[in-house]
């Protein structure tokens, strides 16, 4: 009787290890995933259909320096990406809420704006990028197919951006009609002078990877990963375009 007991709690205790373990790859995963789609996250049936099954708002405009206070003005000037979070609401069932990264890169706003559009050449620097593939490109706008790769596996999105070369601004939202592995994700890029030769950049990002991140969590990832997303653009800005992750 002793030795099935015994042999009973042992059982379960190999159980809830197990239990354990599962739950917490999960959520590891999760996270991952939440951090690698926010780097990313800054890209002929499909070129009239794939609009028209997009219902996504316009991503709404932002001008960088209103965004600026004291504080955070001197802080980018003295060479620190910072961020700011803005509230909006866009129904039940997705994020609330964006991330904006600001920072002063030493090159002309123009420059920047080469790189950031040039889709191809980002896996060559972005973080946690692999690869794109650009499947829609027609006048200001672009459908780009983007692979990353988590924890050994390969997750797969779809974007559609458009492009306001008039005022340096870039904005994407998810291509609702393909398969995709996270549930939203829309953001941009809003470029502006700043002083003699530099320039303003401002990234603006909201995702929602349809996994259970905790709040704090996403918040902590979110200020971990979006800087190292403006410091990669200004790397291969200032390094006209040498450098590469």
């Given at each position: 009787?002793?030795?099935a007991?015994?042999?009973?709690?042992?059982?379960?205790r190999?159980?809830?290890?197990?239990?354990?373990?599962?739950g917490?790859?999960?959520?590891?995963?999760?996270?991952?995933?939440?951090?690698?789609?926010?780097?990313?996250?800054?890209?002929?049936?499909a070129?009239?259909?794939?609009?028209a099954a997009?219902?996504?708002?316009?991503?709404e405009?932002?001008?960088?320096?209103?965004?600026?206070?004291?504080?955070?003005?001197?802080?980018?000037?003295d060479?620190?990406?910072?961020?700011?979070?803005?509230?909006?609401?866009?129904?039940?069932?997705?994020?609330?809420?964006?991330w904006i990264?600001?920072?002063?890169?030493d090159a002309?706003?123009?420059?920047?704006w080469?790189?950031?559009?040039?889709?191809?050449?980002?896996p060559e620097y972005?973080?946690?990028?692999?690869?794109?593939?650009?499947?829609?490109?027609?006048?200001?706008?672009?459908?780009?197919?983007?692979?990353?790769?988590?924890?050994?596996?390969?997750?797969?999105?779809?974007?559609?951006?458009?492009?306001?070369?008039?005022?340096?601004r870039?904005?994407?939202?998810?291509?609702?009609?393909k398969?995709?592995?996270?549930?939203?994700?829309?953001g941009?890029?809003t470029?502006?002078?700043?002083?003699?030769g530099?320039?303003l950049?401002a990234?603006q990002?909201?995702?929602?990877?349809?996994?259970?991140?905790?709040g704090p969590l996403?918040?902590?990832?979110?200020?971990?990963?979006?800087?190292n997303?403006v410091?990669?653009?200004r790397?291969?800005?200032?390094?006209?375009?040498?450098?590469?992750?």
């Open positions: 009787m002793k030795n007991q015994e042999n009973r709690m042992r059982l379960n190999i159980r809830e290890r197990r239990r354990t373990a599962t917490a790859h999960g959520l590891a995963e999760g996270n991952a995933v939440f951090a690698a789609f926010g780097a990313a996250a800054v890209v002929a049936l070129c009239a259909s794939a609009w997009n219902p996504a708002e316009p991503v405009p932002i001008d960088p320096d209103s965004l600026l206070n004291d504080k955070l003005r001197a802080e980018i000037e060479g620190e990406v910072v961020l700011v979070q803005r509230e909006y609401e866009r129904g039940k069932d997705a994020t609330k809420g964006e990264a600001l920072a002063i890169i002309a706003p123009k420059a920047v080469q790189h950031i559009v040039n889709v191809e050449e980002h972005m973080p946690r990028l692999d690869r794109v593939e650009i499947y829609l490109d027609e006048e200001n706008r672009r459908g780009v197919k983007e692979i990353l790769t988590v924890l050994w596996k390969e997750y797969v999105y779809h974007v559609l951006q458009v492009r306001d070369e008039e005022n340096l870039l904005t994407w939202t998810l291509d609702k009609s398969e995709n592995d996270i549930r939203d994700t829309r941009g890029w470029l502006r002078p700043y002083g003699e530099k320039t950049a990234y990002l909201s995702v929602d990877t349809g996994r259970m991140v905790p996403e918040r902590w990832l979110t200020k971990k990963d979006l800087p997303v410091e990669a653009v790397k291969r800005s200032e390094s006209g375009g040498k450098y590469k992750k």
